[in-house]
């Protein structure tokens, strides 16, 4: 690999560094490494005719942004079905499966995702809404939470749910006064009904719902990404993909520990790694084991240390007794995998941290990256915890506004106080703690800049005028880019990336300007011109 040299404008070459040290005006790349900056960067340039000269024409180079947590299989795999995410209102979500149906005639089932759960009462949608367009072709349409699944009546007939089904192990089926099933499907009810009533997509279509996902990812600048939900079936799809050269980002696999089986899956979780390490790929992993520790608050599922507001008898839906997750958390961490563990609710987010410090007890010291997801609703007696224990407090920052779902559906749930100890990025980033983002797409868009600029200024960057909501939860620009590099480095268990400094993997992004330098809210309007992944382009404008 020969060297590039970057000139002609700003090198951002640590958000995190003290104010002075962390910009320069060139660098230079070889052999997947950053090796040189500034004069001595542009003498290099001067010393070798063959090498490449990139101006970066008053833009800034900066280190690549990460996702901390995301689903880019089932991001990518969502433009296989109807358009639904784009619908405003149920009336446009019928309109959209009835296009595809009519475009595909031959289609056995319609598979889709996401709907926006605001758009019926409480978030529960009727089976005979889809009745009316889908006729007898069997419909499961996921919800942007992908907590919820809303089915017509004959996916109900195919998957044979009636009024006597009883609910499954840490799910639910939403029922009518009579019983019947409404056509709403919560957690394990609508995971069940993906898994083994719904058909997969084939393997050619899988494989191509990655590559269209990383490339997206690599147009944003992008270059590592947590997948946080993985089956074993997913694993040859990645496989596959990396081997005829599909992946263009790196992704680390996270494979998702069942409450019911976890002991066996210590091995079975133990050989996939091992299989995946064998392939000796930078751009592929399976570090990292996933634990769903409860749902989320809009379906009431989330596990909340005192009942909802709205809801006084009900405390959400745990998918782990507190003493199982943490005998779960010890297994695994003595098998050497990072724990990744989705946490919503308080009594969640203690859990996680209990069982996490459980197995450091129980396995004895030594350096762990750890993550805990989401942290959104957090006991502010947790929050001196994650720095205590080394625990990297995983964010998705575009969720820190309050919106429409804020307004009508999550803050009725929790009530007051507990509507204001949501996604406390600044209280946990002040105790000392690792923080890093993600984005949960296709939960959310997986695009880093709108998130950016909702960490800096905890509102839309479409209203620029909205008032801060919880302001005191904001962090600087330069701290929230941090979160995207520097925090993403720890948790990819990748030291020598985060940073442009002498040494480092050349990871970078080419933006039109400087994210720590311009107006929060122009942050989502900055260009991407070109992304480079060790050295190598993976994007260029």
Not at 450 to 478: I, Y
Not at 502 to 531: F, H, K, M, N, Y
Request: hydrophobic letters at 45%; charged letters at 20%.
């Amino acid at each position: 690999m020969g060297t590039t040299v970057f000139t002609g404008g700003t090198i951002l070459i640590d958000a995190a560094a003290a104010p002075g040290t962390l910009t320069s005006t060139a660098i230079a790349f070889r052999d997947g490494r950053v090796v040189a900056l500034g004069a001595e960067a542009e003498q290099l340039a001067a010393q070798d005719p063959a090498t490449e000269t990139i101006d970066l024409r008053g833009g800034t180079l900066a280190p690549a942004p990460g996702d901390g947590h995301a689903h880019p299989l089932l991001g990518g795999q969502e433009a296989l079905g109807p358009a639904i995410r784009e619908a405003a209102d149920v009336p446009g979500i019928l309109a959209a499966v009835a296009a595809w149906k009519a475009a595909h005639p031959e289609a056995a089932w319609i598979i889709g995702g996401s709907y926006d759960a605001t758009f019926a009462e409480g978030g529960l949608f009727d089976a005979r809404w889809l009745d009316e367009v889908t006729g007898d072709t069997p419909t499961i349409l996921r919800a942007w939470d992908y907590h919820t699944a809303w089915v017509n009546s004959a996916a109900l007939a195919a998957a044979g749910i009636t009024a006597e089904t009883p609910d499954p192990p840490l799910g639910r089926i939403v029922r009518r006064d009579d019983g019947a099933p409404l056509g709403t499907l919560q957690e394990a009810a609508a995971n069940d009904f993906l898994a083994t009533t719904a058909p997969a997509f084939a393997l050619e279509q899988r494989i191509g719902a990655i590559e269209q996902a990383t490339r997206r990812y690599a147009a944003q600048g992008t270059t590592w990404v947590q997948d946080a939900w993985v089956e074993p079936t997913d694993i040859e799809v990645y496989r596959a993909a990396l081997a005829q050269g599909r992946l263009h980002t790196r992704v680390n696999l996270a494979q998702r520990a069942d409450p019911a089986r976890w002991r066996e899956q210590v091995a079975e979780f133990a050989a996939a790694r091992e299989s995946v390490r064998a392939l000796g790929a930078d751009r592929l992993s399976a570090e990292t084991v996933k634990f769903f520790v409860d749902g989320v608050i809009e379906s009431h599922t989330a596990a909340l240390i005192e009942p909802y507001a709205d809801r006084p008898h009900e405390h959400g839906l745990p998918n782990w007794t507190p003493e199982e997750l943490s005998a779960a958390a010890a297994a695994f961490d003595a098998a050497g995998f990072q724990l990744h563990l989705h946490a919503i609710g308080d009594a969640a987010n203690r859990f996680a941290l209990d069982a996490i410090e459980a197995a450091s007890a129980a396995n004895g010291p030594r350096e762990r990256h750890h993550v805990i997801a989401h942290v959104a609703l957090l006991d502010p007696a947790d929050v001196a915890r994650f720095a205590a224990l080394g625990v990297i407090a995983n964010f998705e920052p575009y969720w820190a506004q309050c919106d429409a779902v804020m307004r009508d559906l999550t803050i009725p749930h929790l009530g007051h106080p507990r509507d204001e100890w949501q996604y406390l990025i600044g209280s946990v980033h002040r105790s000392g703690a690792t923080v890093s983002f993600g984005s949960d797409w296709p939960v959310t868009t997986l695009d880093w800049r709108p998130a950016l600029s909702t960490a800096v200024t905890r509102h839309s960057h479409v209203e620029p005028d909205a008032p801060a909501w919880l302001p005191d939860e904001r962090v600087d620009a330069a701290s929230a880019y941090a979160a995207y590099t520097r925090g993403i480095a720890r948790q990819a268990l990748a030291p020598d990336r985060g940073t442009l400094a002498v040494g480092q993997t050349a990871d970078a992004v080419w933006l039109s300007a400087d994210p720590l330098r311009i107006a929060p809210e122009a942050i989502a309007e900055l260009e991407v011109l070109g992304t480079w992944l060790a050295g190598d382009a993976t994007f260029r404008a």
